[in-house]
């Protein structure tokens, strides 16, 4: 059996003639094994496929290890369609994912919370490397390394994996309740390698990641660094300049914390975490910043940070915020204590982070205290335009009540970085006459240092904090730092992503930190 990517002229083509008639039945998985059409809650998917035929199916330790399929139009590029892909595979648990288009096929597989492309080629080629897309998703390969596991589980019979999926419904055929299961991600360095060879594979690696996060804990000469974004004037970019901060130090190297102090959360929606849309899906009213600050003895930042969500790669640690740090803001006024407790649940991982980087509200209330009190380093984002530079003084009289308490924790003074010059219009005219009349106001009637790196206002930077992805009938938000949308949706955003990096470079040099390779 062959196929010919040229009989695929659209959507319906490429499931019937690549997926059905040739891909399925060459991978060995019979009729009954495979399902078209499936609705899986607010999820829809074009095919699931099992490598192991039992009635009911349940995904737990001992279940078939299972494969979801995309087919898109000829026309369509796969890279706008990797997002939903990982939704599905991390969402469902499911360990692989083929996407194609008929002129192109890929194969991913779950890796934790992101997806990793392990195989790719043309449509012309699929013939000639058919066997290397059986070792990857060939039903008899994965029965062999589902038994391969269920080998290594028997092995450490207490480990958890039993969390259900509920409203499964297949379409057209009987609903089938199941369980899922998070399953080992498996590395593969070539198509050819066996199943015992990429169990081998799963221990060596997470024994690598160990070695190397030990590795640059030793390796690091530098304390911690903790870096507040504030200014009392919003609207600047502060929440822009706080998360893409973040991935670009993360992108370095560093191991980064974003801590998001500000009750309008927009951090924390900006790293992914805050993807439900509904008040009862609300995972972060219990475990968010303000956990952190109302009790010294529990509470701590192990306790309560999230991994940003398809947010960067690698991602990044993040303590969110909620909406509902405005109701206890009394509270916390009345505990002396609270205003320090950043400060001391800091220390007690300092070890584990190079860079940590705080985004405070544009207030002086208590959230900005306890943010400017937490550290070492602030840069003051700002448009330059009128409104925020009158805003300047404020600020610089703010920082000598928040040094006041500073020294009585018997921390110094917090370094001012400089003023950062943030969504910029790219204008000529602007650019030529206004905006160097506006930097020299800073530093000559303010006198506060001004940043050399300009983060101008463009469009990329907009859309990356806002996208989303349909699911189902639902439109989940979907947020990227600027540095994985240039990568995975809009090149045109690498101006955006080069600035960035400017940025990390210049405050890298001021705290006289380098960078690894």
Known sequence: MTFNPELCRNESEVESKFIVQYLLPTLGYPPNSWYQEVALGSIRLDFLAFAVQTIPFVLDAKSPLTVVMEAKHPKQNLNHHIPKLRFYLTKLNA?????????????????????????QCTGKEVDSKIDQIKTLIGRESIQRLHQNQSSLKQDSPNQDSSN?????????????????????SIKQNSGNQNPSKQNLNIISSSTKSKSLVESLKSQRTYPMKTIAIYHNKGGVGKTT??????????????????????????????????????EDDDDLRDKNVYHILESGDFNFIPDIY????????????????HITLIEYQDKLNKIAPSKGRLVAKLQKVEQDYDIVIIDTPPSRDIYAQVGLI?????????????????GLPTVKNFLKEVNEYREMLGRNPIEIIGVLASK?????????????????????????????????????????????MMVGNL??????????YAEEVKTSAQQSVMEFDQLAEEILQYMGVGVKS
Do not use: W
């Open 95 to 119: 360990a692989y994912g083929l996407l194609t288009n008929g002129k192109e096929v890929r194969i991913y597989i779950k890796n934790e919370h992101d997806i990793k492309l392990v195989f």
């Open 164 to 184: 259900k999926i509920s409203d499964l419904n297949l379409l057209n055929r009987n609903s089938i309740n199941q369980n899922s299961t998070k399953q080992n």
């Open 241 to 278: 300049v706080s998360i893409n901060l973040a991935a670009t130090f993360r992108k370095k190297g560093k191991r980064v914390l974003l801590v998001d102090i500000d009750s309008q959360a927009n951090s924390s929606f900006g790293t992914g975490l805050i993807k439900f849309q509904f």
């Open 306 to 321: 999230r991994e940003s969500h398809y947010f960067n790669n690698p991602e990044i640690d993040v303590i969110p915020s």
């Open 374 to 390: 937490s550290a070492d380093y602030l840069i003051i984002p700002s448009d330059l335009k009128p409104f925020a530079n009158q």
């Open 424 to 468: 910029i219009s790219t204008n000529n005219k602007f650019l030529k006459h206004t905006f160097p009349r506006q930097r020299e106001v800073i530093t000559e009637r303010y006198d506060i240092p001004l940043m050399d790196t300009v983060i101008y206002d463009r469009t990329a930077l907009s859309e990356c904090m806002n996208n989303t």
């Open 475 to 484: 439109e989940i938000p979907d947020p990227k730092s600027v540095i994985k």
